[in-house]
């Protein structure tokens, strides 16, 4: 079976732009959540959906969002990039309810 | 929300040697993961133990959810074993992993 699968796996972008990340599940996972991880503040989760609804939401500012469609990929944006977003992006799936996570490989993400 | 805490932060060992890495939590839980991330950032599962022994291989974990804490055990450690080691309790119905600051673990041939 097909691991999680995150596209793309490096990005350099410009201060001020805006970005998008993809995430898609393992088969049948339902539920995809996102983490940033960076060198001072660890891995921190970001948010979670299940079935395109947000189901949970870290402390993270409104530039982040994110979105599910209907096959269980997942998408997260980042508007007005500031430098501090430079980070490795990893998103994870998972059955519904209290499940092993699997982790993908991650975006890396960096910010000029 | 819940508090994680790894140790040790940093551990070195001889190819060879057995190891012991712990987590400790400060709320109860309904899962604990054990990951391995390697050099390019991807996070390996090891253990999904909301409670009690596991082992594969030499890798071994114990989670003792009623005193907040949960061990991995690395016995006979090889050079691959290097890497920062995570344990990432879940407190909630979601999906929501909260991750410690790690222990980074090098293996020395």
């Known amino acids: 079976k097909a691991g999680v699968t995150q596209t793309p796996r490096y990005l350099i972008k410009t201060r001020g732009q805006q970005v998008t990340l993809s995430c898609s599940p393992i088969?049948?996972?339902?539920?995809v959540s996102w983490y940033q991880q960076t060198p001072g503040q660890g891995l921190q989760f970001l948010f979670e959906?299940?079935?395109?609804?947000?189901?949970n939401k870290g402390n993270f500012p409104g530039r982040f969002s994110g979105r599910q469609f209907s096959n269980s990929r997942s998408e997260m944006n980042v508007s007005t990039l500031e430098l501090g977003d430079s980070a490795l992006y990893l998103c994870?799936?998972?059955?519904?309810?209290?499940?092993?996570?699997?982790f993908g490989p991650g975006t890396r993400l960096t910010v000029t | 929300g819940i508090q994680v805490e790894q140790s040790p932060p940093d551990l070195i060992l001889q190819e060879g040697a057995n190891s012991t890495l712990r987590c400790n939590f400060s709320d109860s839980v309904n899962n604990l993961q054990w990951f391995h991330q390697n050099p390019w950032g991807q996070l390996i599962n090891l253990f999904y133990i909301p409670s009690g022994t596991k082992q594969n291989g030499r890798l071994s974990a114990t989670t003792v959810a009623t005193e907040r804490y949960s061990l991995l055990y690395i016995s006979s450690s090889q050079t691959t074993d290097s890497g920062v080691y995570f344990c990432?309790?879940?407190?909630?119905?979601?999906?929501?992993?909260?991750f410690g600051e790690g222990t980074q673990l090098t293996v020395n041939p």
């Open positions: 088969s049948g996972h339902r539920s």
């Open positions: 959906y299940f079935s395109e609804t947000q189901r």
């Open positions: 994870a799936s998972s059955f519904a309810g209290p499940y092993e996570q699997y």
């Open positions: 990432a309790p879940k407190l909630d119905s979601g999906s929501r992993l909260t």
